[in-house]
């Protein structure tokens, strides 16, 4: 009798050790499977008008859903450049979004040179803000469009005020003035050759792909330890990156309408970054 109890007893404490190793299991899973990093992303304003007597917020839906679909957990950053640090708290990487506007000459020591130039200046001062705090904290940064070319201006590079002007017999990079409304019509398309021992290349597995192309400005130089990942066929600087940061990539167009695999890559890419920024910090 006593041995059948003892027996009962070592089967009952054997199913219950596995019981509480397969709720172990399904807890880790589940975890994972719903961990999202957050992603901050830059809002672009307009001025009172239109939608809105008083300045207003927007952006494009498909940088959110994009960032959605590759797992991660997007939030707006509304241009409060004294809250810079409080949001870098609160987010595992950063998107900067392009938009209609441009980063202001004197930012990379020039005078404009043209009138085709838009500025947006609480924009910008927040977007420096956070991107060098972002930089400092090694935290995760994809620059996208006018985010690319503020990346390479921080970092002390320079840009073209205006492609027409200043690029012989450049490709056709943007179909309108305002470089976010195409008015209905297909954006410039081309192809870019990206560096195949760039982490750009790394990311979105190939030296070559056709990009979408919506913009009147573009990165002229760069200063190390950023560097140039990609070109267009006229010269035009389409991609860099910073080379001692764990991922700090710009590029000239925009992935979030995910055109091609390659955009789909970078966006996974930058969410594994993010998360891997989330898990070490």
Not at 105 to 128: S, V
Not at 138 to 167: F, K, N, R, S, Y
Not at 185 to 192: D, G, K
Not at 193 to 220: K, M, Y
Request: glycine share 8%; aromatic share 8%.
């Amino acid at each position: 009798m006593i041995i059948a109890l003892v027996f009962a007893w070592q089967d009952v404490f054997i199913r219950v050790q596995a019981l509480q190793k397969s709720w172990q299991k399904y807890s880790t899973m589940t975890q994972k499977n719903i961990f999202r990093p957050v992603i901050g992303v830059t809002l672009d304003s307009e001025e009172g008008g239109g939608f809105s007597d008083s300045p207003w917020y927007a952006i494009r839906q498909n940088y959110m859903s994009c960032l959605e679909e590759v797992g991660a957990a997007p939030v707006a950053l509304p241009h409060l450049a004294e809250l810079a640090e409080t949001y870098l708290d609160m987010i595992d990487g950063l998107v900067v979004t392009g938009g209609a506007f441009d980063v202001p000459p004197a930012m990379f020591g020039e005078e404009a040179r043209t009138d085709t130039i838009r500025l947006k200046p609480a924009r910008t001062t927040f977007e420096a803000a956070v991107l060098r705090g972002a930089l400092e904290r090694d935290m995760p940064v994809l620059g996208i469009c006018g985010g690319h070319q503020l990346l390479a201006v921080l970092a002390g590079g320079t840009l073209v005020q205006h492609i027409p002007d200043e690029v012989q017999d450049a490709l056709e990079h943007s179909v309108s003035k305002n470089t976010e409304n195409a008015g209905g019509r297909s954006w410039a398309t081309h192809p870019v050759a990206i560096e195949p021992d760039s982490r750009l290349a790394g990311v979105v597995g190939t030296t070559s792909q056709h990009v979408n192309s919506s913009h009147h400005q573009s990165v002229r130089t760069v200063k190390a330890p950023m560097r140039v990942t990609a070109l267009a066929e006229d010269g035009i600087i389409e991609a860099i990156e910073h080379t001692q940061k764990s991922f700090a990539i710009g590029v000239q167009w925009h992935p979030e309408y995910k055109q091609t695999e390659g955009d789909i890559h970078l966006l996974s890419a930058f969410c594994a970054a993010a998360e891997a920024y989330h898990n070490r910090s």
